[in-house]
């Protein structure tokens, strides 16, 4: 047998080997189960047909950032993960957004996630129940993406201060969270108390003042003043001079 023969079988032999393993493959490995995590308010179907994964699938051939970007077409979902488990499940791990404050940009209340991402927008009116955001100059935005503005480290600010707020339970106890001067946030309480938080470093220690009696007292009380929080170990109540 000559050697052009020998070259011959031999990618005979290889086309033949490739197309039985993508046959076996795309059998063996068929998607036979898909897993969602993570959801709360979105129903699984809704999600699954976003994401676009079907049993029609080989798991080999999954392409996590197209699913990625399916999913969050959607601003309210931010896709955590997206995992092979062997040989048949995929895992779609999710986080939905919840809207913790507004800003006004233009004729447009912007509604922002706790992660300065643009979820959706409203209307203006008078009396809202999320926290309005105020000293952040925005330049744009685009719904799924974070606020585009003049100075990202007020927007940084921002975010870690939203993120506190969120995890300590206290978003419906701040109306107002100024971030125009990142060595000064200040905030407004739901009842109209000032409280001067400084730089967004240690935000959490700050925050939990705001969840004793003593802050209770304060907040309630007829002595009208501002609570000086930016010494993380210290809440100094300043009464205002009439």
Not at 112 to 117: F, W
Request: with cysteine.
């Amino acid at each position: 047998m000559n050697n052009g023969i020998r070259r011959y079988l031999f990618w005979i032999f290889i086309c033949s080997f490739l197309l039985v393993t993508v046959f076996v493959g795309d059998y063996v490995f068929s998607i036979e189960k898909i897993t969602i995590l993570g959801n709360k308010e979105f129903m699984y179907n809704d999600l699954l047909k976003l994401s676009g994964v079907s049993s029609e699938q080989s798991i080999l051939m999954l392409d996590k950032e197209l699913i990625q970007k399916r999913i969050e077409s959607n601003p309210k979902i931010e896709v955590i993960s997206i995992s092979r488990n062997f040989p048949d499940e995929v895992v779609i791990t999710v986080r939905e957004r919840e809207i913790v404050a507004y800003i006004e940009y233009l004729t447009l209340y912007v509604m922002l996630g706790t992660d300065g991402v643009a979820v959706e927008t409203r209307e203006p009116q008078q009396t809202y129940e999320h926290i309005r955001v105020r000293g952040l100059d925005v330049k744009g935005f685009v719904l799924g993406d974070e606020l585009l503005v003049e100075n990202v480290y007020s927007l940084d600010a921002l975010k870690r201060v939203l993120s506190e707020i969120n995890d300590q339970g206290l978003k419906d106890d701040i109306s107002e969270i100024s971030v125009g001067d990142i060595n000064d946030i200040r905030i407004i309480s739901d009842e109209g108390l000032n409280i001067r938080l400084g730089q967004a470093v240690e935000v959490g220690m700050k925050l939990r003042w705001m969840k004793t009696d003593q802050f209770n007292h304060m907040e309630t009380g007829e002595v009208p003043g501002e609570l000086d929080l930016s010494v993380p170990t210290q809440a100094v109540f300043i009464p205002r001079n009439n």
